[in-house]
């Protein structure tokens, strides 16, 4: 059973930084691309980064290009996105999910709010 867990949500000012990671257990993490994704209050999901197998390759929503960071390690079986210069409009429940673009496992999600 495909298991992805999402951690280190929380609440911070705008210009601020948060890494969130994507524990994943239950099939052979390494082998699948993966991707984030969220969704903000009142608005349907949105597609923010995705990642390949091999973490070679990387590709970003506009809207986040230039201020996050997608990563992975196989060897944790864990993937990352790290946040920084954080605007009010990045609020939103963060999820990993498996596929690049598009699949059919997702994470519970980990909250992102960005308030001053």
């Known amino acids: 059973e495909v298991q992805l867990v999402e951690s280190g949500g929380g609440l911070v000012q705008p210009g601020g930084s948060l890494r969130l990671a994507c524990a994943a257990s239950?099939?052979?993490?390494?082998?699948?691309?993966m991707r984030w994704v969220r969704q903000a209050p009142g608005k349907g999901l949105e597609w923010v980064s995705g990642?390949?197998?091999?973490?070679?390759?990387?590709r970003y929503a506009d809207s986040v290009k230039g201020r996050f960071t997608i990563s992975r390690d196989n060897a944790k079986n864990t993937l990352y996105l790290q946040m920084n210069s954080l605007k009010t409009e990045d609020t939103a429940v963060y999820y990993c999910a498996t596929g690049f673009r598009t699949g059919p496992d997702r994470g519970q999600g980990t909250q992102v709010t960005v308030s001053s």
């Open positions: 239950g099939f052979t993490f390494s082998s699948y691309n």
């Open positions: 990642i390949d197998s091999g973490g070679g390759i990387t």
